[in-house]
């Protein structure tokens, strides 16, 4: 099955620094989701991002498909950052739609 | 709308014990799933449906089974619990429109001792 690996595995910023997140895929893929999981767990979407740049306030991501890569940018960071970020690749099959995810990055934003 | 909501939140089981995780979305997606986390790691698929009376495989199905009798509902179930079966439950939704964008209930801590 297709592969995915997000880098790093654990970052430690001091809030107000910028940071950037990887994810690569082993693998054409349909598109690709980014998530936050807060400390409580909760799941929230961030980007749905096949291709092309998107901006959400401090965070904004960056697909490059052809080149099998996504990046997470995170611009002055907050302690409410903190938390796992997921990458997750779609694929499209005759049985429906898969995701597929990266094991996540570790973030800790320190005051 | 309430979106992906999922019963319980927490339980912990003894090990041969069986029991049923409810999951309900009111957007009317065709499309629901059911994922594990484990500690430290990423989700993995359990089981997928893509409308009522259709259901699949993910990657990690054993131990499981679903149904899904209705739109709104995917009912995931376990029977004879085993502590590899300690983890994170998600519940996700999506339609299949242009975009297949997933939406996750708040998920179920399950314990098996």
């Known amino acids: 099955g297709i592969q995915v690996e997000q880098s790093p595995p654990d970052l430690i910023l001091q809030e107000g620094a910028n940071s950037t997140l990887r994810c690569n895929f082993s693998d054409s893929v349909n598109n690709l989701q980014w998530f936050h999981q807060n400390p409580w767990g909760q799941l929230i979407n961030l980007f749905y991002?096949?291709?092309g740049t998107k901006q959400n306030g401090r965070l904004s991501a960056t697909t490059v498909a052809t080149e099998r890569y996504s990046l997470l940018y995170i611009s002055s960071s907050q302690t409410t950052d903190s938390g796992v970020y997921f990458c997750a690749v779609e694929r499209w099959e005759t049985s429906g739609s898969r995701l597929t995810f990266g094991e996540g990055t570790q973030l800790t934003v320190n005051p | 709308n309430a979106g992906v909501t999922q019963t319980p939140k927490f339980r912990i089981l003894k090990i041969g014990q069986s029991m049923t995780l409810q999951c309900t979305q009111d957007m009317n997606h065709n499309y629901m799933y059911w994922y594990r986390q484990d500690p430290g790691m990423g989700l993995k698929l359990i089981y997928y449906s893509v409308g009522a009376g259709i259901t699949d495989k993910g990657e990690v199905p054993n131990g499981y089974n679903v149904s899904r009798s209705t739109t709104e509902d995917f009912p995931l179930r376990l029977e004879l619990a085993a502590p590899s079966q300690t983890s994170v439950y998600f519940c996700a939704s999506t339609v299949a429109t242009a975009s297949y964008e997933q939406y996750f209930g708040p998920g179920t801590r399950l314990t098996v001792t």
């Open positions: 991002i096949p291709s």
